[in-house]
């Protein structure tokens, strides 16, 4: 079975000490969600996790064959339309052109972009579509290891719902397995098998969360009602300071 493993795993910039003594594991299958404030160190874990930073101290182990982004920022290249952004890593791959052309429609017509759109460069995509493209043309390849970087974050909440409807039909059809960062406890809920908690400077994980219920069978009375029991969560409101005053 293929998973990660981050075992006593620190790190630092210079001698700030950002992250420290993480242990966790992600099992083939599974949404697995880290939250946290900002600047508490979940990019530099997303980061080490995907082999784009180094590991320091401690060792990550991570047996997943292929791997694919999405980050808050689309990333899409400008002097490509939107089929062919998404089909680049079909082709790096040395798909026939048929084919990833053929693929990255359907991909993209399942995260609600249109026909009309496919042949339209990033300068004419509103944010949201910018997004679609995203995650299109990470899904495309079929990663076994899904790395989520806050990709709904810039997002109004209308749009945030619909894309993560999208990706839970793909979670569904086709067990996907996600490492997902976000400082959004909503959204985690929304997605993840379980969520550990990143309480800052240093980032060490101070609670775990686990949900059973299928991401398919969770509505919004659902998320809300597990979102305002864990806003009463006594670790959760000492890592995003909410104590009101
Ligand atoms: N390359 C870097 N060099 C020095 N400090 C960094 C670097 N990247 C991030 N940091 C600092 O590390 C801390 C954690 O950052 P980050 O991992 O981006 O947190 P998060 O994603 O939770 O907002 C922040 O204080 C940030 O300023
Ligand atoms: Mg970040």
Redesign the pocket.
């Known amino acids: 079975m293929e998973r990660l493993v981050v075992e006593s795993l620190n790190h630092s910039?210079?001698f700030?000490e950002?992250l420290k003594d993480i242990n966790f594991e992600l099992n083939q299958g599974e949404v697995l969600s880290i939250v946290?404030?900002?600047?508490?160190?979940?990019?530099?874990?997303?980061?080490l996790c995907a082999g784009l930073l180094d590991v320091e101290e401690g060792e990550i182990k991570n047996s997943f064959q292929s791997s694919a982004f999405t980050f808050q920022e689309p990333r899409l290249l400008p002097w490509k339309n939107v089929i062919d952004n998404i089909a680049l890593g079909l082709l790096a791959k040395g798909e026939d052109k048929n084919e990833a052309l053929e693929k990255s429609q359907q991909i993209a017509i399942q995260f609600g972009l249109e026909k009309k759109d496919f042949q339209k460069f990033p300068k004419d995509l509103s944010g949201g579509m910018k997004q679609r493209v995203s995650f299109s043309r990470a899904l495309v390849i079929k990663p076994s290891l899904l790395f989520l970087?806050?990709p709904f974050s810039a997002l109004d909440i209308g749009l945030k719902q619909e894309l993560q409807s999208h990706l839970i039909e793909l979670i569904h059809q086709q067990a996907l397995t996600i490492l997902f960062?976000t400082?959004d406890l909503m959204e985690a809920i929304r997605l993840s098998d379980r969520i550990l908690l990143?309480k800052?400077e240093p980032?060490r994980i101070v609670k775990h969360f686990k949900y059973e219920l299928p991401q398919m069978q969770r509505d919004n009375e659902y998320i809300y009602k597990e979102s305002a029991k864990i806003l009463l969560d006594k670790e959760i409101i000492e890592t995003f300071e909410l104590e009101f005053k």
Not at 37 to 47: A, E, Q, R
Request: charged letters at 15%.
């Open positions: 910039y210079g700030t950002i946290g404030p900002s600047g508490g160190g979940k990019t530099t874990l997303l980061h970087d806050e960062i400082h990143l800052a980032g």
